[in-house]
């Protein structure tokens, strides 16, 4: 399509809608929306950074984070899984927090139901209790970790866990096995797998150098993005949800934003009756 | 001939393992089928199964030993070797099956022992060398109070392990197939079953001496004893969760009675491994015939596998969370198993070497030399 012809529909399109909607608008006052009143209410990012830098301040032990999902306001933009995905460069078949999909009805009436799933870092963690050589556990801050260098590899806590939280790096790569066409020139894989970053999960760069090192053959899994928190930054899920469904804070700081959404009669956990106390709350 | 025709097959089997030996353990686990959903598979159904094929043996080797039953004499270095060769195809199959087999030293210095896995590494090896101080003393003819004891903690850990790996699987309550107070018996019956059938097996195929009649009854006898057991036992297994009839408890038993697995579990479990051997170990002339014995060994031994590999995969390959299995797709995130070839090739490595040691074995061991 030509620049001029494009031009002429702008122009005419333009016209054509301003012919439709002034007629509805006539004798209303429009006025710009009050930057004041917008600028006012306060993001809830900004104020859970604000109480996570306070957590940071008091004892790790004193601290109980914990995690909360609106299942009203999630729409289901899988935002969360890939910003996690990108932000501990999980490889492929390694999901820490995939968003599960439910419909329900029949058509015309029909809904979706979208429920993430991060670790639940249960209080009482039927995954830890398996582990042959302690190479999972419950940190000072009660989060659920992986020690990579002292995991056997073994899957065991995977086939515990109840909620399905764990995956396994069988050592993939996205870069593996191409030629690689990129920007219409043919890189190889070897070029490509510069492309392939180290995760900094636990403070700590796990370059994915060979097919037998760590975190290659481990289990692996969510751990709140404890390498932000300590930098007092949310985890990356919570950040990225563009509904600001995912909340997350110190439970122990009773003013805390969390602490207010769990003391809420609509808040459940998953798999409750089981009595493993997770630390992900969900609102319904 | 038929010594012959274990060698062959040996080489033949080792041949097509170690093209797995190499695929693992230069590329890892990249060409594995197990996954994140579903985390173990044929390597751990292995390592049930030979582990059970060598506490059985023990077994068979204590009658002789520790019972002092006079139908069993002779059979007790035997016994031994195929309990210490087995044992070994069972950890290098676990082994295989770990993300991190290096770091197993890890299991005896840095364990948790609230791990059902630290028991049966534990078990697994204290069982291990308790049979490998039996078989030297046996070897050396040193049959005394020494070789008694051995064999009297050995009879222990045997029973022990042999359990063991249906408490490893019975703990987890994530998983209702498994979580049944009856699957260590389970285990216990069919580590016996195994050890009777692969003792008619190695004196079909390996003893240089004709069998002895009286022992030969008896294990078959033992035979019908234990497959009628262990059919109880799964039936008595299944029927806990078939009878509640609560979809999400039934959904790993009703993929054996009438889904995925029927035909392995029909055919081969019951048809071949169970009813097959029991209609001919009730045939008068079939029990004297050595050859036919062996056969009946190798058809409960081929059930028995199977029957690990129905407790292991369905177990694993059912939701443990509404429609997780459909939430992200990638590389082991599906509730779809079947082992892929280098899964194959190392059993069959594995298989490769235990005919070959036993065979050996009988060739350069004094393994049915008779004592003094």
Redesign the interface.
């Known amino acids: 399509m030509s620049q001029e012809t494009t031009g002429l529909l702008e122009k005419y399109a333009s016209e054509v809608f301003a012919g439709l909607v002034a007629p509805a608008l006539e004798g209303m006052e429009i006025s710009a929306a009050p930057a004041d009143d917008l600028l006012a209410k306060e993001d809830v990012l900004v104020r859970m950074e604000r109480e996570l830098k306070r957590a940071l301040e008091k004892p790790a032990s004193e601290r109980r984070w914990v995690m909360v999902i609106d299942l009203r306001k999630c729409i289901g933009c899988h935002a969360c ?1 890939v910003a996690c995905v990108a932000e501990n460069k999980l490889p ?4 820490y927090r ?5 419909e329900f009805g029949t058509y015309p009436n029909v809904t979706m139901k979208f ?1 993430p ?1 991060p670790c639940m870092h249960c209080e009482n963690s ?1 995954c830890t ?6 190479a999972t556990y419950h940190n000072e801050e009660g989060i659920v970790v992986v020690d990579y260098e ?7 806590c ?7 939280a ?7 790569t996205y870069t593996e096995q191409l030629p690689v066409i990129f920007d219409g020139v043919l890189i190889g894989s070897k070029t490509a797998a510069a492309y392939e970053h180290a995760s900094q999960e636990y403070g700590q760069a796990w370059k994915r150098e060979g ?2 090192e ?1 975190p ?4 692996r899994k969510c751990h709140f993005c404890l390498h932000r928190i300590k930098d007092g930054i949310l985890p990356a899920c919570v950040t990225t949800c563009i509904g600001r469904a995912t909340f997350f804070g110190d439970a122990n700081d009773p003013d805390s934003l969390v602490s207010e959404l769990i003391s809420k009669p609509n808040v459940i956990r ?1 798999k409750e009756e ?1 009595g493993t106390e997770p630390r992900v709350y969900y609102i319904v | 001939m038929a010594k012959k025709l274990i060698y062959a097959l040996g080489v033949l089997t080792l041949l097509i393992g170690l093209w797995g030996f190499y695929d693992r353990l ?5 060409h ?1 089928n197990y ?3 579903v ?2 598979g044929l390597w751990v159904a292995m390592y049930f199964f030979f582990g059970g094929v060598a506490v059985g043996s023990f077994l068979v080797a204590s009658l002789d030993y520790l019972f002092e039953i006079k139908a069993f004499e002779g059979y007790g270095k035997p016994a031994l070797w195929t309990s210490l060769v087995t044992l070994a195809a069972a950890m290098a199959s676990i082994g295989f ?5 290096e ?2 030293w ?2 005896f210095v ?3 022992p ?5 028991e049966d ?1 534990w078990g697994y090896t204290i069982f291990g060398v308790l049979a490998l101080i039996a078989l030297i003393l046996a070897l050396r003819g040193q049959k005394g109070t020494t070789l008694k004891i051995v064999m009297v903690l050995g009879f222990i850990a045997a029973l022990y392990v042999a359990g063991a790996p249906g408490k490893l699987l019975g ?5 209702p197939y498994w979580h049944m107070a009856l699957l260590p018996l389970q285990f216990l019956f069919m580590a016996l079953t195994s050890g009777a059938a692969m003792m008619l097996l190695v004196q079909a195929f390996l003893s240089p001496k004709e069998p002895a009649p009286l022992a030969t009854l008896v294990l078959r006898v033992a035979l019908i004893v234990l497959l009628i057991l262990s059919a109880y036992s799964t039936w008595a297994f299944f029927s806990q969760s078939l009878y509640g009839n609560i979809p999400s408890l039934i959904a790993s038993v009703k993929q054996l009675t009438s889904g995925q697995y029927a035909g392995l579990f029909w055919g081969l479990e019951i048809g071949l491994g169970t009813l097959l051997p029991l209609v001919l170990l009730f045939v008068p002339d079939l029990t004297k015939n050595k050859l036919a014995g062996g056969l009946i060994g190798l058809c409960v031994l081929v059930g028995n596998a199977v029957a690990r590999y129905l407790i292991v995969v369905p177990g ?1 390959n059912v ?6 299995e ?3 797709i ?4 599906t509730l779809s198993y079947s082992p892929s070839t280098i899964e194959w090739a190392v059993v069959s490595g594995l298989v490769g070497i235990i005919l070959l040691a036993l065979a050996l074995g009988t060739d350069y061991l004094p393994l049915y030399k008779k004592e003094a």
Not at chain 2, 97 to 101: A, E
Not at chain 2, 330 to 333: D, F, K, P, Q
């Open positions: 899984t492929p078949g390694v999901v995939p968003v599960l999909e439910e429920l799933r039927p209790e398996v582990c042959p050589v302690n002292q995991c056997i590899g073994c899957r065991a995977i086939a515990a866990c109840p909620y399905g764990r995956t396994f790096d069988f050592g993939e097919r037998h760590s290659v053959g481990n289990v998953l089981l | 230069v590329f890892g686990e990249q594995v996954g994140s959903a985390v173990w099956d770990l993300g991190h087999m770091r197993i890890k299991a840095q364990f948790n609230h791990s059902g896995i630290i590494v703990n987890n309550a994530t998983r694993l939701s443990v969370l509404k429609n997780i459909t939430a992200h990638g590389r082991g995130l």
